[in-house]
């Protein structure tokens, strides 16, 4: 009986066409599956599902577990499960209270004002002897250039103001020994001034300008023609403009002085 309901499911898919065990009722589906698995197991079920095409095996579906509680119990249940996250963020909090007040986040202190920041720099350190205690070059300047006949230059002698427990003195070295000093000092800028200054190169012819505002050459206009315009006659003043930094520094020792900003770093 088994081996004919197998063969009328079989020919009922083969019926269907592509897809046809699909086609079958969820009852027919499982019956046919199980039927097939026996057959395959003796080895009989191939002479009736020629052609036919492979069955997925249906899923077994695990029945959910059902609790059965009193509306007590299941309010108790509900007690409980809150009381322990609110002790749980208690917890937390305390945990968390802990942690800001170690790292003094949330209370009241005393307010101190930001401290300027500290401003250091570096100055050579220059020794007319190995021996000798050093001081700071705090200026230079070119003393004596020698040239060669053709004007080439041979050595170029600086003049530099060297600070010293007692004051400030003056050597004159050659550029070689200057530039090769790596013994260096570090002191602090305890005051900086800063102050325009003016120089004045000479005069040149004030430029002019078109009606489109472009500036172009006083002796000829814009379009490259002799300008006869009387603004063309006008003299200025050829001035460089720049800033001149004054600093107050102070050695380790205490010793403050004023020089120019320029000769820090150098």
Known sequence: MSQERFKELSDKVQSFGKGGYMKLSKEEQTEYSTLKEQFKTLGTASEFEEGDEVVPTPKQEVPRETITMSRQELEDLIASKVANLQEANTALMVKTNEMRAEMGLGEWKSFEETQDRKHTAWLKVYRENPMDEGGVIVGSRENKITRDAKGYILNTLYQIDVLFKDGVKQFVIPQVE?????????????????????????????????????????????????????KGDEWVELR???????????????????????????
């Not at 720049?242 to 020089?259: F, L, N, P, W």
């Open 178 to 230: 200057f530039g090769s000093i790596t013994d260096r000092e570090m002191v602090d800028i305890i005051e900086m001034k800063k102050e325009k200054k003016v120089k004045v190169h000479g005069k040149v012819r004030k430029s002019v300008k078109d009606k489109e505002g472009y500036s172009y050459s006083p002796l000829t206009s814009s379009d490259g023609s002799i300008n006869q315009d009387k």
């Open 240 to 266: 460089e403009v720049r800033d001149e930094i004054t600093v107050t520094i102070k050695r380790a020792d205490g010793q403050t002085h004023r020089m120019n900003g320029k000769y820090l770093n150098s």
